[in-house]
């Protein structure tokens, strides 16, 4: 080959390369997550869950690979949902407290063996999302500690804002290690759902604990803290309260389109024994449209019934009701909590009254389990 031939190749290959990720940019740019610099895969997921929102609703489980009723083993690919179904839930969520005060979580789940479940959930295709029952900065106790004001101490100028910071340290490390692949390793895109249910007066960062400009400005340095001083970019942030009333109660705390990307709702009031479905499908209308009017997800980010007492629970209150509604339908996910013991589990497990009518849910189209999950980390526009 000639000096001339081998350096048009070189062009070629070049200007293509060029092309290429110049195509690439501009694709990523047209998704508008609250972080700028997300990586190509989070903006996928971002734009892939709104596009698919209400065609195909994943089905998710907290902790559902670390452990279910009687039963914990970190070294094998097991859920009580896929000992019943035969596959695993298509989304899981994790939990961050006591991140930093030892190997194990709330829960006595294990961070290390967290991280290769995340990992095997996002080999699948499915999705992770994390929340954090964060202790109480003034007490030393739990989240569920309300006594004393907490939200101001740990914002900027606040007597523990170093230790929420040196929190938030150990988060973005932990976030970090969430990565797959061999010589380019890539961070796994995860959804963040912190500071959930402030509509409630349960944790300290609720509702009756802070004014929503404090929330406000507690979320806005959380995020801008990660993205920005800790170069965390695999992030979509959720808000998510518990039961509102409105608009104008679910937006009262909200931080502002530029700081959510999921609009989230956790109810388990609508779907207890007492609960009512129109009620359920009423504000899950309301969330849909609150979050398409602003061009976010819709996400049913926590339900489900403690130790499930109505055995036609699955398709009866939560399947049909939702799938019925032409808005409420429109969700990207929903979430049931964890299977910890046998008077504490939202998920059915093996002879569980409940499993009959859990296998007519998970064969529903309209629920994605593992086997079914569409490509979420690749952008398809
Ligand atoms: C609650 C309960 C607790 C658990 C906490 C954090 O709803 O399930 O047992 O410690 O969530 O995961």
């Not at 559902?64 to 596959?87: F, H, T």
């Not at 406000?216 to 009333?245: A, I, M, R």
Request: hydrophobic share 40%.
């Amino acid at each position: 080959m000639t000096k001339q031939i081998i350096q048009s190749i070189c062009l070629i290959i070049v200007i293509s390369l060029l092309a290429f990720s110049w195509a690439t940019i501009e694709n990523i740019t047209f998704i508008k997550t609250v972080d700028a610099k997300a990586t190509k895969a989070t903006k996928a997921l971002f734009d892939n869950l709104k596009r698919n929102a209400g065609k195909q609703v994943l089905f998710g489980q907290e902790d559902a690979l670390a452990y279910g009723v009687e039963w914990k083993e970190w070294n094998k690919s097991r859920s009580d949902i896929k000992d019943v179904c035969g596959k695993h839930p298509s989304l899981v969520g994790w939990e961050m407290s006591k991140l930093g005060q030892g190997p194990l979580n709330i829960d006595s789940v294990s961070f290390k063996h967290m991280r290769g479940w995340i990992k095997e959930i996002y080999k699948i295709g499915g999705v992770n999302t994390i929340s954090w029952h964060m202790d109480n900065f003034v007490t030393g106790s739990d989240s569920w500690d309300v006594g004393e004001k907490v939200v101001t101490t740990i914002l900027p100028g606040g007597k523990h804002h170093a230790a929420y910071k040196a929190k938030l340290d150990l988060f973005a490390d932990y976030l970090k290690s969430l990565k797959v692949g061999f010589i380019f390793q890539k961070p796994i895109p995860i959804i963040f759902r912190p500071f959930h249910e402030h509509t409630g007066g349960w944790f300290w960062w609720g509702r009756p604990h802070c004014t929503a400009e404090e929330y406000k400005t507690l979320w806005h340095f959380t995020v801008d803290y990660l993205k920005n001083e800790k170069q965390v970019h695999n992030l979509l942030y959720c808000y998510s309260t518990d039961v509102f009333k409105d608009e104008a109660d679910y937006m009262e705390f909200y931080p502002g389109d530029d700081y959510v990307d999921i609009l989230g709702l956790d109810d388990y009031h609508d779907l207890s024994v007492k609960g009512k479905s129109e009620d359920l499908v009423r504000r899950l209308r309301l969330l849909v449209e609150m979050a398409e009017q602003r061009g976010k997800v819709p996400a049913f980010s926590e339900t489900g019934q403690e130790a499930i007492p109505d055995e036609k629970w699955w398709t009866e209150r939560l399947l049909n009701p939702i799938k019925s509604d032409p808005v409420a339908s429109r969700i990207a996910y929903l979430m049931v909590w964890r299977n910890a013991r046998k008077n504490h589990h939202y998920g059915p497990y093996p002879n569980h009254p409940s499993t009959r009518n859990f296998l007519t849910f998970s064969k529903d189209n309209w629920l994605v389990f593992e086997g079914r999950i569409p490509d979420l980390y690749r952008i398809h526009r």
